[in-house]
């Protein structure tokens, strides 16, 4: 199942790029976390090797963003973003479980605007997996913040997120974890980027790590109203900690609506 997102993604990258033509802001739109459009994305993550282990994980993430203006309550603008897991991990008695992940949700109110602009807001995670395997079974909740400063040329920006386990099941672990994405993305002509984007990792409850970096490309392109883009990006663990993976495939079609 893992292979077939990994094969689908690649596809879809290279039917589409020969018939397309964007420019380098939409581009930037369609990558930037904190512009104000709705946006629906697609987005796998595929790791076939861990360090340690002889197994392979995948996560397919559904990914819905919505935007919200100031109003009478809140002065600024909010940006609400679900990541919706559907995962496979292996079976301690052996096989692999594949099935609905813990979602994510942020609240990101975007403090500061121009060419470099400035998000934080609260976010949870909600122990809804189907199987002990695909998550916590802890509710979660922290903080997100991201930075992003934009030209023609590149963007550059870090998204952060800390979380920490405050109820849930009482025989599972309790969590604490912060992820840090430094995300570059070189525009070249007629839409084509080029990318990093790795998460890098820390289990601070346990002490496991690892600081994946990664080179990709994408293509972004305009039709009527919205915008898509398709990507794939290779990323390698350059530092580690545990069991935690070595090579994975990041991959997705994302779509910006309206602007």
Not at 83 to 104: A, K, M
Not at 209 to 216: A, E, S
Not at 234 to 259: C, D, E, R
């Amino acid at each position: 199942m893992a292979k077939h997102f990994a094969i689908f993604f690649l596809f879809a990258f290279y039917s589409v790029a020969g018939f397309s033509q964007s420019a380098a802001e939409d581009a930037n739109k369609s990558n930037n976390p904190l512009n104000l459009a709705a946006s629906f994305n697609l987005q796998n993550f595929y790791t076939p090797s861990l360090f340690g282990v002889s197994s392979q994980t995948n996560d397919f993430l559904l990914r819905p963003t919505i935007p919200i203006g100031p109003n009478g309550l809140i002065p600024v603008p909010q940006i609400f973003r679900m990541t919706v897991p559907v995962s496979t991990r292996p079976d301690p008695s052996g096989g692999y479980n594949t099935g609905l992940g813990d979602i994510n949700l942020f609240d990101i109110f975007l403090l500061h605007s121009g060419e470099t602009q400035i998000g934080v807001g609260p976010l949870i995670t909600m122990p809804t997996a189907t199987d002990p395997t695909l998550g916590t079974g802890k509710w979660q909740a922290g903080l997100a913040a991201v930075v992003v400063n934009a030209n023609k040329q590149r963007l550059l920006g870090a998204l952060v997120q800390w979380q920490h386990s405050f109820a849930g099941q009482s025989d599972r672990p309790a969590v604490q974890s912060l992820t840090a994405q430094p995300f570059l993305i070189w525009n070249m002509p007629q839409g084509w980027y080029i990318r990093s984007t790795g998460t890098w990792t820390f289990d601070l409850q346990h002490g496991a790590y690892y600081l994946p970096v990664g080179l990709g490309g994408g293509k972004a392109w305009k039709s009527g109203a919205t915008i898509y883009n398709v990507f794939i990006e290779p990323q390698y663990s350059v530092a580690h900690s545990g069991n935690v993976p070595k090579w994975q495939i990041f991959a997705g079609l994302n779509m910006t609506f309206g602007k």
